[in-house]
């Protein structure tokens, strides 16, 4: 099987799942997104610097690049072509689509009946003055395309508040105001994977509000309750994610929110943490 790993470069977790892939009898080579082809009623030839991954068995996706939006769309459009032609993609294109918007991951999970932060969605400066004020003045401000914690900020005093809300408005950027939930300085990250949770570890603030790996949190293993397994799956069912990197939060009373489902989930601290071998179980997946 030759499997075509979506990236942006050859870091960790590209070269973990070519040696997965090896150790398994396939061939997974990293093709950078940006330079992905595509015809249409004649043939593209394909070369090192234009793919156009008509010849892969199945994809996995490890990013998403910044471009413009037409490039966004034809890069989703260049997977949904693949999975209707039957060449499986991890994570499936709508899955991938839902959880990189915030704010449609947010609203899946809410309407599947799951506790999330009080959030704020606008484009205006007034509005989230509003909200501001409204969730009660102690606000994560997040980008709503954004990942490992990258750009957000905590807000709690009105004047910086409205400095960030107004210079946030200038860049034509949507506002994603989340009311900040108290926590003891820690969350659970569970890696979920075809319906069962694989692994999962506590990460650690380093002395910061933020929980996660890539801003200096330290994770360990742990094995989670019935419930909390439970709650991890149900939340990646309801994006419709097959790989999912769950974080689920404590409440100041005892309750629970899912914080964020990730489609392109990193497992360079859970698996040296937890011993299992994540990148090897990805790809036996898709053969």
């Given at each position: 099987?030759?499997?075509?790993l979506?990236?942006?470069?050859?870091?960790?977790?590209?070269?973990?799942?070519?040696?997965?892939?090896?150790?398994?009898?396939?061939?997974?080579?990293?093709?950078?997104?940006?330079?992905?082809?595509?015809?249409?009623?004649?043939?593209?030839?394909?070369?090192?610097?234009?793919?156009?991954?008509?010849?892969?068995d199945?994809?996995?996706?490890?990013?998403?690049?910044?471009?413009?939006?037409?490039?966004?769309?034809?890069?989703m459009d260049?997977?949904?072509?693949?999975?209707a032609?039957?060449?499986?993609?991890?994570?499936?294109?709508?899955?991938?689509?839902?959880?990189?918007?915030?704010?449609?991951?947010?609203?899946?999970?809410?309407?599947?009946?799951?506790?999330?932060?009080?959030?704020?969605?606008?484009?205006?400066?007034?509005?989230?003055?509003?909200?501001?004020?409204?969730?009660?003045?102690?606000?994560v401000?997040?980008?709503?395309?954004?990942s490992?914690?990258?750009?957000?900020?905590?807000v709690?005093?009105?004047?910086?508040?409205?400095?960030?809300?107004?210079?946030?408005?200038?860049?034509?950027?949507?506002?994603y105001?989340?009311?900040?939930?108290?926590?003891?300085?820690?969350?659970?990250?569970?890696?979920?994977?075809?319906?069962?949770?694989?692994?999962?570890?506590?990460?650690?603030?380093?002395?910061?509000?933020?929980?996660?790996?890539?801003?200096g949190?330290?994770?360990?293993?742990?094995?989670?309750?019935?419930?909390?397994?439970?709650?991890?799956?149900?939340?990646?069912?309801?994006v419709?994610?097959?790989?999912?990197?769950?974080?689920?939060?404590?409440?100041?009373d005892?309750?629970?929110?899912?914080?964020?489902?990730?489609?392109?989930?990193g497992?360079?601290?859970?698996?040296?943490?937890?011993?299992?071998?994540?990148?090897?179980?990805?790809?036996?997946?898709?053969?």
């Amino acid at each position: 099987m030759r499997i075509a790993l979506l990236s942006g470069g050859d870091g960790w977790h590209i070269r973990d799942l070519i040696r997965a892939a090896a150790e398994l009898g396939h061939v997974a080579e990293p093709v950078d997104f940006r330079r992905v082809v595509a015809a249409v009623g004649t043939d593209a030839l394909p070369t090192p610097e234009a793919p156009t991954l008509d010849d892969v068995d199945a994809v996995i996706v490890r990013t998403m690049p910044p471009g413009s939006l037409e490039q966004v769309v034809f890069r989703m459009d260049r997977l949904h072509a693949l999975a209707a032609r039957g060449v499986p993609v991890l994570n499936p294109p709508r899955a991938l689509e839902v959880c990189v918007d915030k704010y449609l991951a947010l609203n899946r999970l809410s309407a599947a009946g799951m506790r999330v932060p009080e959030t704020v969605v606008c484009q205006h400066v007034d509005a989230a003055v509003a909200a501001f004020e409204q969730l009660g003045q102690d606000v994560v401000i997040k980008p709503i395309f954004g990942s490992e914690g990258r750009g957000m900020v905590r807000v709690t005093d009105p004047e910086i508040a409205w400095r960030t809300f107004r210079t946030i408005e200038r860049t034509q950027s949507v506002l994603y105001v989340q009311r900040f939930i108290p926590h003891p300085g820690w969350d659970l990250r569970a890696f979920v994977l075809d319906g069962r949770v694989l692994a999962a570890v506590r990460r650690l603030g380093n002395g910061d509000w933020r929980t996660n790996v890539a801003q200096g949190a330290r994770a360990e293993p742990v094995t989670l309750s019935g419930e909390h397994e439970a709650l991890a799956i149900s939340a990646a069912e309801a994006v419709g994610v097959i790989a999912a990197g769950v974080d689920l939060l404590p409440g100041p009373d005892g309750e629970w929110y899912v914080i964020e489902v990730n489609a392109v989930p990193g497992w360079r601290a859970l698996a040296p943490a937890t011993g299992v071998d994540v990148a090897r179980l990805m790809i036996e997946h898709l053969g």
